[in-house]
T-cell receptor, first 110, second 114 residues
Framework: DAKTTQPNSMESNEEEPVHLPCNHS???????IHWYRQLPSQGPEYVIH???SNVNNRMASLAIAEDRKSSTLILHRATLRDAAVYYC???????????FGKGTHLIIQP | NAGVTQTPKFRILKIGQSMTLQCTQD?????MYWYRQDPGMGLKLIYY???????DKGEVPNGYNVSRSTTEDFPLRLELAAPSQTSVYFC?????????????FGDGTRLSIL
């Protein structure tokens, strides 16, 4: 799978929007962009995925650049429960598992 | 709705001991995975299975064995525990071989080998 680059950490205030960036300049045309998050002492949790168009669900929004070389996970109104490590993952062909980088450690200040 | 269940949650082993980490899912998923996560790092794939009776190696399979006799269960065995296997182990499952399909994770087994 192609590689992704994310900032090591970000900090935001409670009840404000959060934009988590991800660069994936070597993405192939068939790679899906997935986001997972991992709360402290828990397993990863699926957040959202997309291919070309922007996507919304009850947890977050995903904005994908027109050239698909970057994407942004948007949490519209962060709460303390959103403090977690967020992973941006590209899914190509095959049944192999997910390739996790170090992700972005999101800190939410009250 | 149990999802993916892992047991035990915590375990301490002595070097050279053996143990089996249990994983079961109640979602009738065909695909199951074992990952390990070292401190401050992302998860790495150990083994995966695409259905009962079929398993394959991931990125870091050395020192581990798996079996898949039923759709629900995917146990991971450590035969001769080594300090390098101290880690948090996560089991996951997914329904089909589809790039859009999310994986569902258990809460992990925290294993220390002393």
């Amino acid at each position: 799978d192609a590689k992704t680059t994310q900032p090591n950490s970000m900090e935001s205030n409670e009840e404000e929007p959060v934009h988590l960036p991800c660069n994936h300049s070597t993405i192939s045309g068939t790679d899906y962009i997935h986001w997972y998050r991992q709360l402290p002492s828990q397993g990863p949790e699926y957040v959202i995925h997309g291919l070309t168009s922007n996507v919304n669900n009850r947890m977050a929004s995903l904005a994908i650049a027109e050239d698909r070389k970057s994407s942004t996970l948007i949490l519209h109104r962060a709460t303390l429960r959103d403090a977690a490590v967020y992973y941006c993952i590209l899914r190509g062909g095959g049944a192999d598992g997910l390739t996790f980088g170090k992700g972005t450690h999101l800190i939410i200040q009250p | 709705n149990a999802g993916v269940t892992q047991t035990p949650k915590f375990r301490i082993l002595k070097i050279g001991q053996s143990m089996t980490l249990q994983c079961t899912q109640d979602m009738n998923h065909n695909y199951m995975y074992w990952y390990r996560q070292d401190p401050g790092m992302g998860l790495k794939l150990i083994y995966y299975s695409v259905g009962a009776g079929i398993t394959d190696k991931g990125e870091v399979p050395n020192g581990y064995n798996v079996s898949r006799s039923t759709t629900e269960d995917f146990p991971l065995r450590l035969e001769l525990a080594a300090p390098s296997q101290t880690s948090v182990y996560f089991c996951a499952s997914s329904y089909v071989r589809d790039l859009r399909e999310p994986q569902h994770f258990g809460d992990g087994t925290r294993l220390s080998i002393l």
